[in-house]
């Protein structure tokens, strides 16, 4: 898989990276030095770490998963990077139970460089949607909150 050569497509890539069921796939995505964030705070902090991450979960529980890109914004920073965010869902989920789990909806920020191959990623963040909530509260245990109806 070759690296894309516009960076408003590289959430593209990363979907057709995650359908092959390869973790290095996505990780060829990344710099050797990459960082990556997933929805609940593991942070990677090269490629390596991002392949084994990927193919390990793209084999078990993500093995049947779809994660589709939506909405995309592209931001350059000067000539040779961008600020890429794109809102995807995510469906076909293996909860711990062995049942399907509910689709998810995120966000993914992705920093990326220009090179003479294409855009490859130098850092990423992906964040769940959590309908109805503000920001998490911690009582025994992270849950979602809206104070919008308090102010």
Known sequence: MSLPTAPED???????????????AIGALFRDDADFVNVVGLWW????AISKAHDIALKSFFAKTSLTPGATRTRRLGADHALVQCRFTLTGQTAPDGRAADPRRTIFSFVLERTETGWIGV?????????GAETHVNTNGLSPADYRGTR
Do not use: I, K, M
């Open 10 to 24: 590289f959430p593209c890539a990363f979907a057709e990276a995650w359908a092959s069921r390869d973790g290095h």
């Open 45 to 48: 902090h090269d490629r390596g």
């Open 123 to 131: 850092a990423a963040q992906n964040t769940d949607l959590v309908d």
